[in-house]
């Protein structure tokens, strides 16, 4: 049983899907995982925006309740020996200890697993760690290994490029900066990152800061939001003169990516995140970039446009 995306896609990638039992309700990738069971369900208001969003996650974390439903009566039923989970954030997926209790109600004590990576190279450890709990380590080795041959070939494809320095948003209200895998990321692409929080939590960034850093490139990837909510997030953020006046904003270098599907979920598809970062960077469809036209846009004069 998975209940994070990310680990849905790793257990996908070992060619285990047909053992996966349950996952939760943000599982969308691969298609069939859209069929598994679904086990848990958010508290977030869906047609919220992100400020609205921002009060609210702050508001229960403070009373202490959780984001997050999880299902104990489908867990119970579906019986897994295994469950991946996660204790790296309250605010992305259902908590460590509300999955804990739950599976206390188990008869075949399930052994839990909690994957807690902060940056690229612990994705590349917890998808062997899957592998070995589940005996497929050579398949796990064979994907580690095809993910480190494409991070090659992207270094190969910015070496000599100027480096911009690039500031990621992973929220747009208030804006946070990218942390912990992010600015990994945005080093494999061949960009600096500005502002940024490698191996630790986002953290809340003041326009004065965002508007003295200067950045040349500014990625926006709130996370939780595909693209079309990513361009609602940017259109409210013209209402702020400081980001009006960003001169990665004026000279038409600021992107808009799908976060949900690529920024803020710690898999196998981070390369193909590291890719579309470089095709932003440097102005030229590289990757996953080509493949998923969907994943990026250039935003121009706060207007949204292709590559």
């Not at 070939?153 to 209200?173: H, I, S």
């Not at 932003?280 to 846009?297: C, K, Q, W």
Request: glycine share 8%; aromatic share 4%; charged share 25%.
């Amino acid at each position: 049983m998975s209940l994070l995306p990310s680990a849905t896609e790793i257990v996908y990638a070992l060619g285990l899907g047909d053992r996966l039992v349950g996952v939760t309700h943000e599982c969308d990738y691969p298609l069939s995982a859209r069929e598994k069971p679904h086990l848990t369900s958010s508290a977030l208001p869906s047609a919220a925006n992100a400020g609205e969003i921002d009060r609210h996650v702050r508001a229960s974390l403070h009373r202490g309740s959780s984001l997050y439903a999880l299902d104990a009566d489908l867990l119970e039923r579906l019986a897994p020996d295994l469950i991946v989970t996660q204790e790296l954030c309250e605010v992305c997926a259902v908590s460590y200890e509300i999955v804990a209790r739950a599976a206390k109600r188990l008869r075949g004590d399930p052994r839990i697993v909690s994957l807690e990576p902060s940056s690229l190279e612990d994705v590349y450890a917890n998808v062997l760690t899957v592998g070995a709990l589940t005996g497929r380590d050579a398949a796990a080795a064979e994907v580690v290994a095809s993910l480190r041959e494409r991070a090659t070939r992207l270094q190969t494809f910015v070496a000599g490029r100027p480096r911009p320095r690039t500031l990621v948003l992973e929220w747009t209200d208030p804006p946070m900066s990218g942390g912990h895998w992010t600015p990994g990321l945005v080093e494999l692409a061949g960009g600096e990152p500005l502002l940024a929080d490698p191996g630790a939590n986002s953290q809340t960034l003041a326009w004065d800061a965002i508007a003295a850093a200067d950045p040349d490139v500014v990625l926006v990837a709130p996370c939780g939001f595909g693209m079309d909510a990513t361009l609602r997030a940017l259109g409210d953020m013209e209402t702020v003169p400081a980001w009006r006046a960003l001169r990665a904003r004026e000279t038409g270098r600021v992107y808009a990516i799908d976060g949900n599907a690529y920024v803020n979920r710690p898999g196998p598809r981070l390369i193909d995140t590291a890719e579309i970062f470089a095709s932003a960077l440097h102005g030229e469809p590289f990757g996953a970039a080509r493949e998923d036209p969907d994943a990026l846009r250039r935003l121009e004069g706060g207007v949204p446009a292709p590559l």
